[in-house]
């Protein structure tokens, strides 16, 4: 069973364009961070949101925290070419002293100049 | 600084064939975790070290894995008598995060670029 289901799975787009990307459960989190993944790399954390409504601002990337903390999304304006990626959300669950994340699918950006 | 290494990058293998996977953490961080990647399927957890603590070994899929630390830095991950469906990309990640009961502590783990693994 999936924890986090990211939409969409893919998206194209043209530079210039907007759009929004979504990481819903319906567990509760501590927290909540994105990454970014290029090919041949390892994921890079972009973001940790922590209050439920926390709305985080990276440039041209806006992060949502879902009231609850459950959901999130990513919000890219005027998408450019250097965008293209895979976008990861991951949930923080703390266990006792543990700390784990559990990952969404994935949403891969390609932004077509 | 140096950032998280891991060796080989590719690896082929046969059906049946042990692999080892190294990981080469941040120096001074004291969690390590095991991922897997698989098509379609997102990161998959495996397992984690924090210091000298017994590992969290429950996102191991079966007995043919297995994953040490010496030292408290360097990994290995070994996957015994291999299956096609192992084919993956086993990503490592290193935090400086210590044990904590603080529900609201965050963390950054850091990841290594990978090690392809390919099962014929």
């Known amino acids: 069973t999936q924890l986090l289901e990211q939409s969409p799975q893919f998206l194209s787009i043209q530079e210039g364009e907007n759009l929004t990307v979504y990481c819903n459960s319906s567990?509760?989190?501590?927290?909540l961070q994105w990454y970014r993944q290029e090919p041949g790399e390892g994921p890079v954390l972009l973001v940790t949101v922590v209050t439920g409504g926390e709305v985080k601002k990276l440039k041209r990337l806006t992060f949502q925290f879902g009231d609850a903390r459950k959901d999130s999304s990513l919000h890219i304006t005027a998408a450019q070419p250097g965008d293209t990626g895979l976008y990861l959300c991951a949930g923080v669950i703390l266990s006792g002293s543990n700390y784990k994340l559990t990952f969404g699918k994935g949403t891969l950006l390609t932004v077509n100049p | 600084g140096a950032g998280v290494s891991q060796s080989p990058s590719n690896k082929v293998t046969e059906k049946g064939k042990d692999v080892e996977l190294r990981c080469d953490p941040i120096?001074?961080?004291?969690?390590l975790y095991w991922y897997r990647q698989s098509l379609g399927q997102g990161l998959e957890f495996l397992i984690y070290f924090q210091g000298n603590s017994a590992p969290d070994k429950s996102g191991l899929p079966s007995d043919r894995f297995s994953a040490e630390r010496t030292g408290g830095s360097v990994s290995t991950l070994t996957i015994q008598r291999t299956q096609q469906e192992d084919s993956a990309v086993y990503l490592c990640?290193?935090?400086?995060?210590?044990?904590?009961?603080?529900?609201?502590?965050?963390?950054?783990?850091?990841f290594g670029p990978g090690t392809r693994l390919t099962v014929l």
């Open positions: 990640a290193s935090s400086s995060r210590r044990r904590s009961r603080n529900l609201s502590s965050t963390d950054t783990q850091y």
């Open positions: 120096s001074g961080h004291t969690a």
């Open positions: 567990s509760v989190f501590s927290s």
